[in-house]
């Protein structure tokens, strides 16, 4: 181990003139264009990990590190979230690898529930780019950005000795950079749905099968109920492989002691039973669960207050605008989750609308009280609560997704509370996708292509016009002339627009709060929080 840090050290003297930003340019230059599911992309060869992980020496270090790997289409980051908090709340040394991140790389990395900080992460970088890109060659070329992110986190936990390293699956299992793990403590899957199709597979039973790639000769493993046809295959995987395989439910309320969940939405009880069962086995395993009690009815207190600490960016998150200078801020309040399959998309409506129903009756009832919704402070003592509000949904998905699948799931999950969207705006994300970085920016002078959202946005009103054929084939002419700015949606060039327009419309209509659901992409979720934060610092500053 000093070895290991001898050689931090001197990586840390390397990267004093490059900075964070050339270390990010490096990291970028491992994004590949190709397609996830291109066989002839030998950097995406699962068998060359193998050589990545003797370059770098980590061989012993991933065999001995105490592992909970988690697969699954939805619900597996909270999963993730909540174990660490629990785990770490007992008193452990905790290391995360999640993603994808929504406004700094750093985040993917946590030590004891914060992100990595900018100085390790420098010094474990250039660690790992430096060996790998000397020692690269023709048959064993650098490895692509998200096995490199990996890589990288293996090490991280490795030099800094975490008791337990969680592992959230960046896609599908089997082939997954994150199961070089060959011995994990515990594994679990999340709910499973419809996703990454293109690369997984078309039916349930495809997708839970490349999930199930995670399961290990005699290792516990949990699940969530699924749906038959994904059920069926993994009883068979975990038949195949002796794995004692147990199907946990959600989280029981009255367990919490009158405390709420740290992480919002009725689904979120599915993850955390999970997420428990998942940490009672690591405790068992490692010879810790005498510690604690060992009770079907009742928590431990640590893990209670695990699960009601426990935070996610981007994830049924309520963030107030800042930059609204009219009376009472919190006029214009994003609530933000990066839903992007359809059954996430119909609990993110749920969500969405339970949430606006909560903040609405908290307002009545507290009168000339300052008014508050859960993770928001709105400030103005004396000002009455707002009586009117108005929903906007702010939209982008990736061009691999079906919106025609996505948008009617969502609205149908609104209307069903009394939920409607007085406009819907459609922009592209800000975030590019061959960078990484705060400089990840497209130009201001950049040609954006539109035609994507013009499609979006021709499904939207097709869905309020109850039509649903070909809405996806219109002409790109045809549908700047129609929509691109109607009384139900608008298209903008760029999300800083579409931002300006929320503002504006708060300054000239002072007596509504305009209620903004953004969804339909992590990306776009981070992109929003990216300028509402960074609008913040500046407010503050000039205050």
Known sequence: MAEDNDGIESSKKNVKPSGYEEALDALSSLITKRSRADKSNKGDRFDLLFDYVKILDLDDSISQMKVIHVAG???????????????????????????PHLIDIRERFRLDGVEISEDKF?????????????????????PTYFRFL???????????????????????????????????????????????MEILGYTLGAIAGEKAGIFKHRVPAFTVPQPEEAMGVLEKRASELDVPLQVVHPLDSSLLNDLQLGLHGEHQFLNAGLAVALCRTWLQKTGHLETYLDQSTSLPEQFVKGLATASLQGR???????????????????????????????????WFSLAIEENIQQCDSLKKQPCESSNIALKGPNEFPRIDSTQILLFNCMSVRD???????????????GVYFKKALFVPNQSVYNKVGSHALPSSDQQIDLSWQLALQRVWENLLRGEKDSALEESKEDSEHKYRNSETSSVFPSLP?????????????????????VTGSLHLVGDVLRIVKSDELNFNEHR
């Open 73 to 99: 289409t939805k619900g597996k980051g909270s999963t993730c979230t909540f174990t660490e908090s629990i785990l770490r709340n007992c008193g452990f040394h905790t290391g995360l690898f999640t993603s």
């Open 403 to 417: 919106p025609q699948l996505l948008l009617p799931r969502l609205i149908r999950a609104c209307a069903n509370h």
């Open 122 to 142: 420098l010094g474990y970088f250039w660690w790992c780019f430096d060996r790998l890109k000397e020692k690269s060659s023709e048959d064993v070329p650098m």
């Open 497 to 517: 627009l579409a931002i300006k327009w929320l503002r504006d419309s708060v300054q000239q209509n002072r007596s509504v709060r305009f209620q903004v659901l």
């Open 150 to 196: 990996a890589l990288l986190a293996f090490k991280i936990f490795a030099a800094e000795q975490v008791d337990v390293a969680i592992l959230e699956v960046g896609l599908g299992g089997k082939f997954d950079a994150t199961n070089l793990v060959q011995a994990p403590i515990a594994c679990g899957i999340s709910s499973l749905g419809y996703d990454h």
């Open 316 to 350: 049924a998150q309520i963030v107030a605008d800042p930059f609204v200078n009219v009376e009472g801020p919190g006029d214009l309040v994003f609530y933000l989750d990066g839903a992007h399959s359809p059954e996430s998309m119909e609990i993110c409506g749920k």
